[in-house]
């Protein structure tokens, strides 16, 4: 089997890396195409891969093909391939904002696309991915799309009308990174060394993350834990609410929802 990406940022990188280290291919079986020569020699000598500049090519030899261009490039990418591309072959989008509709429609014939909507933390192998899929698609052409999905983090099947909710979320590594970086920059204040102050921040998340996935208790009930009567932890929470913490974040998850529906 040949999986090939067309388009090889930073997400194509971290699904690629991904699939090596779950060994579910040899790097002998990704192609993979890049606008640049110096993006295609960066890949191979990270990844051993074969790459070209030749959207075509990659869609030819493929079984699986990953298309990990932006949004925006899409019409252009599917004109490019669209004659070398038969029902056989596996689709898998995951740019926002294409339905599954219209990325078959500018085929013009009947095409199997998977549609995923990752998150930056597969960077390192801890995204959270959703996949939807059309009727040409086979239970076992799903089960290899979430195998791949799972080569870097978590992965779950969703209603396709659910995406642009997952893409909100998907957003929220940037808004989990700037708390961090607020929560950095308050003990720097307080004199502790930036070089500290950005670990005891991202750990004491990290740990938090993983106190609701691990325990499987409401955050609402786990936030309680932490609170004790008359403590540092409820000022703080306090302060919190005051400002309107809670609210902001849900408005900028909503915001992102409604942009993504735009797309």
């Given amino acids: 089997m040949t999986i090939g990406f067309i388009g090889m940022g930073n997400m194509a990188r971290a699904i690629i890396g991904g699939i090596l280290k779950k060994g579910i291919v040899d790097a002998t ?14 890949m191979e000598t990270e990844f051993g891969i074969r790459t070209t500049t030749s959207n075509a090519q990659v869609a030819k030899e493929s079984d699986v093909l990953i298309l990990a261009v932006k949004p925006q490039y899409f019409k252009v990418v599917i004109a490019d391939i669209m004659d070398v ?19 078959a429609e500018e085929f013009e014939k009947p095409v199997k696309v998977v549609r995923v909507m990752p998150n930056t933390a597969a960077l ?17 052409d799903l089960s290899f799309a979430m195998q791949l999905m799972h080569s870097v983090g978590t992965a779950s099947v969703v209603p396709e009308n659910l995406m642009d909710v ?18 950095a920059d308050a003990a720097v204040a307080d004199g502790m060394p930036r070089i500290q102050a950005y670990p005891f921040a991202a750990q004491t998340v990290l740990g938090a993350a993983r106190m609701v996935l ?3 208790k409401h955050p609402g009930e786990l936030k309680d834990m932490v609170c004790s009567p008359g403590g540092t932890t409820i000022e703080a929470v306090n302060i919190l609410e005051e400002e309107g ?9 909503r915001a ?8």
């Fill in 256 to 263: 992102s929802t409604e942009k993504s529906s735009r797309l």
């Fill in 245 to 253: 913490f809670r609210g902001a974040v849900f408005d900028a998850v």
């Fill in 85 to 103: 591309v038969d029902v056989e072959k596996l689709i898998i989008s995951v740019a926002a904002g294409k339905t599954i509709k219209w990325i």
């Fill in 166 to 183: 997952v893409c909100g979320i998907s957003g929220a590594p940037a808004y989990v990174f700037m708390m961090i970086e607020a929560i």
């Fill in 124 to 140: 390192v192998g801890e995204g959270c991915a959703a996949l939807c899929r059309n009727e040409n698609v086979s239970d076992e």
């Fill in 29 to 42: 079986d990704i192609v993979g195409s890049a606008h640049t020569e110096e993006t295609c020699a960066r």
């Fill in 214 to 216: 691990e325990t499987g």
